[in-house]
């Protein structure tokens, strides 16, 4: 351990659609109100992508503002990951369509789909990388269009989801900063809890998977629910241990920003005051792999993120997954020439 390079990230940006759905504008759509929603999942409103983007233009908006802010060139980048559930389309993988539009003609590009945990299981993974000395900047994107997947008819699941990307550049940082401890997992067995079942190999698309609806988001709510809030606590403990700090130690607390009531759960499982808990569920509802950096990154532009401070990042999602990170934030601390 004590020769590794550490990572960090160097740069962050995210893009958010400007058209914005209200809870009100979705009484018109299904049945359901503003009370329902806000009450037993937080969420006032959601971003809803125009239909002329798709995941990849959002990913790209957001890439370039996180390499803006890292202050590095598109030729830099040695690697793109794409985390999303949304991808434009099976194949190319959208880290190729992205690696295009960026014109960072040096870097490998892969898709990674693990559900809303996709942010985190692309910045442990890309961190590997620049820990072995094979790469020097990583540019893992979260990005997602929800709303090309979710079920306007279905008021269990349509009221959840909303549109958006992050991106952050991964670089080695200086010795005691970025990344310092991680938990990652997964649990197959709970993967028909989420799940888009048809336009694969198991159910092609056909007139009956279109008829049947089965090329939306199918959730079981409650079995997703208690899952996310027993593993959100665990995952986060087990990346604090692997890290060796404290939940006393963390300053920000950026949970997934799923349901206002799992992240309180989790937070009071974790004993961190809400004061220490970022959430923008509110205004951006469920952005799936998107949700991470989109939180990092106002937290950061409100202020509340200063450079030393201990950041705990947690997601979880379909898959079923989660993962947890715990980082040292340094954007003060250069990237290692
Ligand atoms: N408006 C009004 N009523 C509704 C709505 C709605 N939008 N949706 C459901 N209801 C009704 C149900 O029909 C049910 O009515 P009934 O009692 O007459 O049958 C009632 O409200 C209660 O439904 P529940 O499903 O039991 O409600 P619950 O309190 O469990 O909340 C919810 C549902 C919000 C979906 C919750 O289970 C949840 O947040 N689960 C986790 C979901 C999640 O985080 N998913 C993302 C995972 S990450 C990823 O990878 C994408």
Redesign the pocket.
Same mark, same amino acid.
């Given at each position: 351990m004590q020769n590794e390079k550490s990572v960090g990230i160097i740069g962050i940006g995210c893009y958010l659609p400007e058209k914005i759905v209200t809870n009100k504008d @979705?009484e018109k759509i299904?049945?359901?109100?503003d009370e329902?929603?806000v009450e037993? &999942?937080g969420i006032r409103e959601r971003r809803i992508a125009d239909p002329s983007i798709a995941t990849s233009d959002q990913a790209t908006f957001a890439a370039q503002k996180a390499l803006a802010d890292a202050g590095i060139t598109a030729e830099e980048i040695d690697l793109i990951i794409v985390a999303t559930?949304t991808p434009d389309m099976f194949f190319p993988a959208t880290a190729c369509l992205v690696q295009n539009n960026l014109k960072a003609v040096n870097a490998a590009a892969f898709d990674l789909a693990a559900? /809303?945990?996709g942010f985190v299981y692309g910045l442990i993974t890309g961190a590997q990388f620049i820990k072995t000395g094979l790469y020097k900047h990583v540019l893992v994107i979260g990005a997602e269009t @929800?709303s090309r997947i979710a079920d306007w008819t279905d008021?269990?699941? /349509? #009221? @959840? %989801?909303g549109d958006g990307a992050g991106a952050a550049v991964l670089s080695e940082v200086e010795s005691g900063y970025g990344i310092l401890g991680c938990n990652i997992g997964a649990d197959g067995s709970g993967g028909e809890f @989420?799940m888009l079942p048809a336009g694969g190999s198991r159910m092609p698309t056909s007139e009956e998977s279109l008829s049947n609806r089965k090329h939306y988001?199918h959730?079981n709510?409650?079995? #997703? %629910?208690k899952f *996310?809030v027993k593993i959100m606590g665990e995952s986060a403990l087990k990346a604090l241990e692997n890290a060796n700090i404290s939940t006393d130690e963390i300053d920000l607390f950026i949970p997934?920003q799923?349901?206002m009531?799992?992240i309180t759960s989790a937070a009071k499982r974790l004993k961190a005051p809400m004061e220490k808990v970022m959430i923008n569920v509110d205004r951006y509802g469920?952005t *799936? *792999?998107a949700s991470l950096p989109i939180a990092l990154r106002e937290a950061i532009d409100e202020g509340r993120v200063k450079d030393g401070d201990v950041l705990l990042m947690v997601g979880?999602?379909?898959?079923? &997954?989660w993962a947890s990170c715990v980082l040292k934030w340094g954007k003060g601390a250069k990237p290692v020439a």
């Open positions: @979705l299904v049945d359901t109100n329902w929603i037993r &999942t559930a559900g /809303c945990t @929800l008021r269990s699941t /349509c #009221v @959840l %989801f @989420l988001i959730m709510g409650n079995e #997703v %629910f *996310a997934h799923a349901n009531r799992i469920n *799936a *792999a979880f999602g379909a898959g079923l &997954t």
